[in-house]
């Protein structure tokens, strides 16, 4: 099992940057949790997938609200995962989760992951 804990979280006005961290413990997760994302909640909604990167690290993928503002990124080695947020926006606004899955592939369903972390939380003013 590997335990995943975010950190990065925090207030920014609209515009802003924030780059979120998840380290990962136990079972280095480039071995047993292959596909990685993040995911976000914000209050009254269901959790959405944010972006997602394959366990080479070569595969890519973003929700469509954030393509061209966020990037995924993976250290293998040191068993670390970030999402690098920029031109934040109010409407990103939300608890944001790190998760893992035992497949290969990244899926945008969290049903999917069966490794999450506690949640960050993300709040963009305007």
């Known amino acids: 099992q590997v335990q995943l804990v975010e950190s990065g979280g925090g207030l920014v006005q609209a515009g802003g940057s924030l780059r979120l961290s998840c380290a990962a413990s136990?079972?280095?997760?480039?071995?047993?949790?292959?596909?990685m994302g993040w995911f976000r909640q914000a209050p009254g909604k269901e959790r959405e997938f944010v972006a997602g990167?394959?366990?080479?690290?070569?595969?890519?993928y973003y929700a469509d609200s954030v393509k061209g503002r966020f990037t995924i990124g993976r250290d293998n080695a040191k068993n670390a995962l970030w999402l690098q947020m920029n031109g934040l926006e109010p409407e990103d606004t939300a608890v944001y989760y790190c998760?893992?899955?035992?497949?290969?592939?990244?899926?945008?369903?969290?049903?999917?992951?069966?490794?999450w972390g506690q949640g960050t939380q993300v709040t963009v003013s305007s």
């Open positions: 990167i394959s366990g080479s690290g070569l595969g890519l």
């Open positions: 998760a893992g899955r035992g497949g290969f592939v990244v899926s945008e369903r969290p049903d999917d992951y069966d490794n």
């Open positions: 136990g079972r280095t997760f480039s071995t047993s949790t292959p596909a």
